[in-house]
């Protein structure tokens, strides 16, 4: 079985990166073959910065080798060191209906946020199709913000087949069903397109998780666990027994918000301290940290040269 998972350098990653597509990777690296691209191609819709663009995609591989990548099960490579990703793009882009992208939710929720209405974003889910189908995906981790897209890429996948002849096979999402929403600060989704994210290694982590938003309830009075932010946030870290006593001293009135989020923010502490630890000494290594997204890359464009091969001859081109 062929896993493949992408994530935006569009910023530096936060709970919800980790919680979502980061940790279901991990958990997924024993149980097949492995790829995770850094889609700085997708990060071009929002990041303006050359020098910005190449940083934030070190820091996004420098994190995931610090909690938890492991080079040796899993092909990590930059999503432009393949180039015939931006080919594919084009050949499903001839099968795509406007219809289709026009029906996507994650562009109209953009836009809706003030984000540029350029034909990048409108497109983005025809590139991520070309990401996952060029290498051949069978599983794809996914956050259910992302459902829809994997949709269009089965949806492609199925027209290219359809016109041409067999190529591509149908991928299927992964999504972890212990995985909600996860909510930010101000109890959205937590997303760096809303200012509300707390970062992996955010050396202001204290001030953000005590800034949280809650309600105005009394301390004194009980309050219900379920839905608040700092307690579902609480429950990504905690262990099962920790949950249930958070959530019996809310019930019980005499709790406040205050010692919830101090207990959030040293259960945050607990498991990432030593992720911390492992990225400082891989910064103090760049030629290591290169080498692997070299050999990556290199693993990558063999597995994408046997789909594209398949894909210009049913073409013509």
């Not at 597509?21 to 929002?46: C, P, R, V, W």
């Not at 209405?117 to 290498?135: N, R």
């Not at 096979?169 to 909600?180: G, H, N, S």
């Not at 001030?207 to 307690?231: A, H, L, R």
Request: glycine fraction near 6%.
């Amino acid at each position: 079985m062929r896993i493949l998972t992408g994530i935006q350098p569009s910023g530096k990653l936060h709970w919800g990166n980790y919680f979502g597509a980061m940790k279901s990777m991990f958990d997924l690296q024993e149980k097949g073959e492995n790829f995770m691209f850094i889609a700085n191609y997708h990060a071009m819709t929002t990041v303006r910065d050359g020098k910005a663009l190449r940083d934030a995609t070190k820091e996004v591989a420098l994190d995931y080798l610090a909690c938890g990548l492991d080079p040796n099960k899993t092909i990590m490579y930059r999503q432009s060191d393949v180039p015939a990703v931006q080919e594919l793009a084009w050949y499903l882009s001839c099968l795509t209906p406007m219809g289709l992208l026009e029906r996507c939710h994650s562009y109209k929720d953009k836009m809706a946020h003030g984000f540029d209405a350029t034909h990048g974003l409108f497109a983005y889910p025809v590139l991520m199709a070309a990401d996952i189908l060029i290498m051949n995906a069978d599983l794809v981790p996914v956050g259910k913000d992302q459902k829809q897209h994997l949709e269009v890429t089965r949806d492609l996948a199925q027209k290219f087949n359809n016109a041409y002849g067999e190529v591509f096979k149908l991928p299927d999402a992964y999504i972890p069903e212990t995985v909600a929403t996860i909510p930010g600060t101000d109890g959205q989704k937590m997303s760096k397109s809303y200012h509300n994210t707390i970062e992996l290694f955010d050396v202001s982590a204290k001030k953000k998780v005590m800034g949280i938003q809650t309600d105005s309830t009394p301390m004194e009075e009980p309050k219900e666990p379920n839905g608040n932010s700092v307690y579902e946030l609480y429950k990504l870290f905690a262990t099962p027994e920790e949950v249930e006593t958070m959530a019996n001293n809310f019930r019980a009135g005499g709790y406040g918000y205050g010692s919830a989020k101090k207990e959030l923010l040293s259960a945050y502490h607990r498991l990432f301290d030593p992720f911390k630890a492992k990225r400082d000494e891989l910064v103090k290594d760049p030629d290591t940290l290169e080498d692997i997204l070299r050999e990556g890359a290199k693993k990558a464009n063999a597995c994408a040269a046997v789909t594209m091969e398949k894909v210009r001859r049913k073409v013509g081109i």
